[in-house]
């Protein structure tokens, strides 16, 4: 790509035209990271000159949040700004998430690796069967509850910590055509696993057992595996099934074994397997991820 000399001071139209040309939204990614360097210092060196000899200053006010905006999209997952990402089902089907800006408080607001993994897998382990209620932990923004009721029209209750709930009602609303088009529903709760709600006087939609159980990428801090598999024990119905997936961070493998080992002393077998995903925190990067189908050894 011709990249005008900043020195230059090259014109407003003459910088409309290279800025429309550079990869922004999904497309942030596109060019190999040589290129993406050569991009980014480019921008960095124009912002700093404030573009002083663009006299217009409605053209260099654009110009200027055009290029604010490009350097935050490449500027790690935590600046950047709020955007709307599209994932294809295997019909083909789009959903479309609000993702808001990330903070280390609101982890829900971004769609993790794991979740357009766990989507495409359940159409494959499972036939569409609308008498089937789904509880899903830790939703986030709601990709993959949004993605079962959709495939297989399960009655989804999607739940995860207050702040996260409201980002996840508005995808829920965005996507309602296609929750419903197989006779599907979602539902969205908060359920906090440090503080669930009380067995002696539970909500109306937490009375009935779940025949499905499912949580992406749950298991990476001390003790949520162990909050984890007391809620299944507490929602699952006894012949259930638990569907996880998470990815494997070097950082957080003790966590993972540790969930693991104690799935199996609750009483739960598995089927699992391994496969790479994408990850978007900072760039895009391979993550390899292990899904599970757990049910009780004593129902099969
Ligand atoms: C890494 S994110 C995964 C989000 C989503 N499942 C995905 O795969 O895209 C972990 C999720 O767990 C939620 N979470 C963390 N602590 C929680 C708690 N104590 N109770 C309920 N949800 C919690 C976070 O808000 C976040 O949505």
Redesign the pocket.
């Given at each position: 790509m011709d990249l005008p000399s900043v020195k230059a001071n090259p014109p407003f139209q003459q910088i409309k035209a290279v800025l429309e040309k550079i990869p922004s939204g999904d497309h942030v990614w596109d060019l190999d990271g040589d290129e993406e360097k050569r991009i980014l210092n480019w921008l960095v060196k124009l912002i700093a000159t404030n573009m002083e000899w663009i006299e217009n200053t409605d053209e260099r006010e654009d110009l200027l949040v055009t290029v604010c905006q490009m350097i935050a999209e490449r500027s790690g997952r935590m600046a950047a700004p709020t955007k709307v990402r599209k994932f294809t089902m295997g019909n083909h089907k789009e959903i479309r998430i609000l993702e808001p800006s990330l903070t280390y408080d609101?982890?829900?607001f971004?769609?993790?690796g794991?979740?357009p993994l766990l989507s495409a897998h359940l159409p494959e382990w499972e036939t569409p069967d609308p008498s089937i209620r789904a509880l899903e932990?830790?939703?986030?923004?709601g990709?993959?509850g949004i993605s079962a009721a959709h495939q297989l029209g399960w009655q989804m209750v999607c739940?995860?910590?207050p702040e996260?709930v409201k980002n996840m009602e508005h995808n829920v609303l965005e996507n309602e055509s296609l929750v419903q088009e197989n006779s599907g529903s979602v539902e969205c709760h908060v359920?906090?696993?440090?503080n669930p709600p009380s067995t002696d006087h539970p909500p109306a939609w937490l009375e009935r057992p779940f025949e499905r159980v499912i949580?992406?990428?749950?298991v990476?801090?001390t003790n949520?595996g162990r909050?984890a598999i007391a809620l299944f024990l507490k929602y699952l119905a006894k012949d259930g099934i638990v569907i996880t997936e998470y990815p494997l961070r070097h950082t957080h493998l003790g966590e993972i074994a540790e969930f693991e080992e104690l799935m199996q002393k609750a009483g739960f077998i598995r089927d699992t397997g391994e496969e790479i995903g994408q990850e978007d925190f900072g760039s895009r990067y391979p993550v390899t991820c292990r899904w599970s189908r757990w049910k009780y050894s004593n129902s099969v």
């Open positions: 609101t982890l829900g971004k769609t993790w794991s979740a932990l830790g939703s986030g923004t990709l993959l739940t995860d910590l996260i359920l906090d696993w440090m949580a992406s990428d749950c990476y801090e949520f909050l």
